[in-house]
DNA sequence: TTAAGTGCAAAATCTTTGCAAATGT
DNA sequence: ACATTTGCAAAGATTTTGCACTTAA
């Protein structure tokens, strides 16, 4: 277990078992948005498809991770940054999605700025997402 | 039939189908993006679930249509502007996610700068979402 | 007339739920 | 020891595919 995948679980209270460390290491390894059915392929089928859905939304909700909905047909998910914490999440940074090779990752060099809402519109999180032919698959 | 859809069919080389002309009826009608299980509902299982799918997804390929993902589970799609068309789009308009009613709305009022990505990543279009609580919910 | 669109059946894929067994603290 | 997590079975939901029938132009 890597230390990071360490840290952040103790930070956020979570035991620390199998699927957790295995999923935290992998994504830390990976820095992309990741879907459950990537994971599941990615670990060889070690733990089953439930405990990994089970495990993405509780990272989820105690803010390790954030979802990018692309439009590749499965929820993906991403590492917080250190400012997220279980209610309020900070990612107004860009993803981009490859319609080719289908990979979403976190462009955190382009900030978006958090815009203006109209009257009565209370946003808690942004989903900024380019799509179009990343820079592995426009060789 | 509008003459807004009419136009629309006309001038993208659609047949004048009723599941087309009813489909985009209603998306005029209700300025909102719309996800294929709302459409089959609204317009009260008139068309088979594949109707529309296929509806949708033709639509979106010939720019009439872009889809806005949000995280409600299944993909939504909104009316294109003048300037689409089916190779490029222009989308740089926010969109909103109540995470209590569901529904995502165009926010045609703020425009969002397509940012300057890294060297080798090429984007077609933008997907920008707000989550939060609407107008409507927050009373 | 004929190419395009639709409906039905079936399947593939993604996601959630309930409950008993296993596990972390 | 006990609450939490996992695996399995099952089901629900979204989306796609193949093929015969229907329809717009």
């Known amino acids: 277990m890597s230390k990071r995948a360490l840290s ?3 930070s956020h ?8 460390i295995d999923v ?3 994504i830390i390894d990976h820095p992309r948005a990741i879907s459950q059915p990537e994971l599941e392929h990615a670990l060889v089928h070690k733990y089953d498809r439930v ?9 989820t909700e105690k803010g390790l991770l954030h979802q ?9 998910y991403a590492l917080c ?5 279980e209610h309020e ?14 990979e979403t990752v976190c462009i955190d060099s382009v900030m978006i700025a958090p815009p203006a809402l109209p009257a009565g519109f209370q946003a808690n999180d942004f989903n900024f997402v380019a799509n179009g032919i990343c820079q592995k698959c426009a060789q």
């Open 89 to 102: 999440h900070h990612h107004e940074h860009l993803h981009f999605h490859c319609i080719r090779c289908q």
């Open 81 to 85: 940054n250190e400012q997220c914490n």
């Open 51 to 59: 405990t990994l859905y089970r495990t993405l939304n509780t990272f």
């Open 24 to 26: 935290l290491d992998f």
């Open 68 to 76: 990018v909905a692309d439009n590749s047909g499965s929820m993906k």
């Open 8 to 10: 952040l679980l103790k």
């Open 13 to 20: 209270e979570l035991r620390l078992t199998d699927a957790r």
